[in-house]
Every structure is written in C-alpha cells, then in structure tokens.
C-alpha cells in the first residue's frame, strides 16, 4: 500500500511539475546503497536528460546497469529534482556464486524503471537522491524484483 502511494505522488508531482527546468550539474559520480550497492555516474546530454551508469553488487554477483532520465523540478522547489526514466540491465554471477543467486543461472538482463528524488546543495558539490528501481528480467519465472530502493550521494561538478 505504501508503494502504491509512493508512486502516486511521484506522479502527480510529475505531471504538475514537468515543465520546470532541473539542471543543476552537468556530471555527477558516487555511490549508490541499498537493495544493490555500487556506483553510479549521471550525466547530462540535454537540459533536463542525462544517462545513468550503475555498476553494482546483488547475490555476490556484478550487475551493470544503464537508465535514460528525464529530470524537473519536483513542485517547482529550487534544486529539489524529480528524476523518471528507463533502461536496461544485466547481472553477472561467477561458478562458484551461481548457486548464491535466486535462478541459478550466471547470468541475468533485464528491463528497468526509475522514479526518485535528488536535492543538489548550493554550497557544496554534492547530490542526494533517493529512488525506487523495479525491474524485469528476462528468461525467469517471477521475474519481477519490485525491492531495488536506495540513497545515492555524488559529487557533482
């Protein structure tokens, strides 16, 4: 029920907000903790698209991940950004882990949702963000991981 409300009001914050401008850095790089940690580098291509690379860890595999973001101001506070978007990903697991992971295949890709917030600081380059990733994997039964939340924090410049 939570989730659902969450996502109601990233939407409607969405559709009220979509004509704001959000660029406040062109290149931004940290890390991301949650579900899956790892690193993340953001960057900007147009005013308000940038392109997300995620490289992190899940069931002692490695997963690369990479998103297209549209970004606006989240009810037109300054510097508060609501970040939407798309993309793809593939996880990878060694011999010796595979059994670790839930489908004991060594690998997995798959298609991905973002929906989040980041507030940039004035006063220092740093980001905060916080998002919901859901994805679907391919080739799997229940291939729905509806669990990927986390905090990234980057420096920006």
Known sequence: MRTRIFIIALLAAFTTAFSASAQDYRTAVGLRLGSTNGITIKHFTKRNVAL??????????????????????FLGVNRLNFIYGAGAHVYIWGEGNRGYAPYQRSSIAGLDAILGLEYNFREVPINIGIDWKPTLNFSVDNGFWGDEAAISIRYTF
């Open 52 to 73: 997300e690379g995620i490289v992190s860890t899940r069931w002692r595999g490695v997963g690369l991940t990479g998103l297209i973001e549209g970004h606006t101001r």
